[in-house]
Structure formats: C-alpha cells, structure tokens
C-alpha cells in the first residue's frame, strides 16, 4: 500500500533533552551535512559514553552514509538505551527505527520496532491518534510481509481509536479492495472521503474500486480528480497512468503527458 511515511527526515533530533544537547545537535546536524564526519563525531562520542543520544546520531549517519545494515543495529540499540533510560522520546525514536528499516527494506525489522513502540515501554505514552498512526504504518508493514489478516486487524483497531483519522479507513478500503471484498472497500472508502474529501489518495482509490466493480466512467472520473488534486505526487502520477491505461476504451479525453508512471494501488 506503499503509505509509511517517506518523509522520514533522517536528519531530526529524537531526543527534547539529551544528557549532552550542544554536542547531540551538533551531531544530528553534521549527519545532514557529511555524514562521514558525523559518523567521526558519532565514534568518538561513543567512547566518552554517549548513552542513547549518540547511538541515534550514529544510526542517522549511517543511514545517511547508507550503510543501513549497520544503522538498523544503531537505531535497535539506541531504542533499547532510551527505553532502559525511561525516555519520553522512545517511541518517537522506535518509530523513526521502524522508518528507517522500510527504506532498508527490511519490513521485519520494521514490525519489530513498531511492536516496541506499541508496548508503551516505561515513561511513554501514546494519545488514541499516535497509537492509531503507529498501528497504520504496522499495518502497512505487515502487508509487506503477507500479513494481511494481521494487517486489518491493526486498521480495525485503529477505527477504532481514533475514528476521525483518514488514514486507516483507506488503508481498510485498499486491502479489502485486493482481498475482493468491493462492499467492505466501498464503506471503509465513504468514511476516508468524509474525512478527506479531497485527498488524492482517496480519489484514486475510489477510481481502483470503480475499476474493479466494472464501472470505468465512473473510474476515469475519480482518476482525473486525483490527478488534477495530487499532480506531482504518487497518487496524482498513479493517477494519470490509470488514465492512459484507459485511453483506448475512453478516447474522449488527452492525458497530461510527461508524468511519471507508477501502478495504482
């Protein structure tokens, strides 16, 4: 489903107040920069004791060096020091991990910290929304992994808590819609589009639905929405490539050329 956040920003503090501040945003920073004199800072950190603090700056440098084998050991080992510590920052830090494992490709890695994140560890909280966000991106991940009864589940729960929240009632719709359920994928997508009317995401959703119940005006109509409200954006580029796959059958109109193609989900 391809909706865990890409926008990752390697670059950013997960800690509010760490032991040493001046030195871990200064690392932080430098990871931005050149991440091989991060990852100099980050080692030589390392030896005066660094704590969580500096295993996240390493683990962002090496991300940003891409060496990602070794920045999901960093990212694992500074979850566990921020936890040991009681840390307010550890399920932000477990979240950032669970990102940073997706652009590794490694969704199991990802579940892993995401199930961290979930469990609450000692001086955490999650609000009903951060925990139904947190059980979305799993729920993406345990689709990666040919989970998706797992995967619903998550979603479900996550209705659930925070019912006002478009994300997973789209994310309902879209397994539901591969699982052939079209009924369940048409309800979960009303109250996605209640939500968020004009989202490109939805629209194009609405088009896949169209699609596979047959009705391929309907589709187009959805489709061109989405590719007019997301352009530039993979549901808007999805969009018009759904749209040029149609031309042959529904002539009547151009598609804007020179977008990107990309498969509808």
């Known amino acids: 489903m391809k909706f865990w956040p890409v926008l990752l920003l390697l670059a950013t503090p997960a800690y509010s107040a760490p032991s040493d501040p001046t030195r871990y945003a200064a690392c932080i920073a430098m990871a931005g920069k050149d991440p091989a004199r991060a990852l100099q800072m980050a080692y030589g950190w390392r030896l005066e004791g660094g704590g969580a603090a500096q295993r996240h700056c390493l683990a962002v440098a090496q991300m940003r060096a891409g060496h990602h084998?070794?920045?999901?050991?960093?990212?694992?080992?500074?979850?566990?020091?921020?936890?040991?510590?009681?840390?307010p920052q550890t399920v932000p830090l477990w979240r950032q991990a669970a990102d940073a494992a997706m652009i590794a490709r490694r969704p199991a890695d990802a579940q892993r910290f995401l199930t961290r994140a979930l469990t609450r560890p000692p001086g955490s909280s999650l609000s009903p929304r951060a925990e139904a966000d947190l059980l979305s991106f799993r729920a993406e991940v345990l689709v990666e992994l040919g989970k998706p009864a797992e995967a619903r589940a998550d979603l479900t729960r996550a209705t659930t808590l925070s019912p006002d929240f478009f994300t997973p009632w789209l994310l309902l719709a879209t397994l539901a819609r591969r699982d052939g359920d079209l009924p369940a994928a048409e309800a979960a997508l009303v109250q996605a589009a209640n939500l968020a009317p004009?989202?490109?995401?939805?629209?194009?959703?609405a088009g896949n639905i169209a699609a596979a119940k047959g009705d391929m005006a309907l589709a187009r109509k959805a489709w061109e929405a989405a590719a007019a409200d997301g352009a530039g954006t993979p549901a808007g580029d999805a969009a018009s490539a759904a749209l040029s796959r149609i031309l042959p059958v529904f002539p009547e109109k151009p598609v804007a050329e020179g977008l990107p193609p990309a498969t509808p989900r």
């Open 69 to 87: 084998d070794a920045a999901i050991k960093s990212y694992e080992a500074a979850g566990q020091a921020s936890e040991d510590a009681h840390d």
């Open 198 to 205: 004009e989202s490109a995401d939805v629209e194009l959703e």
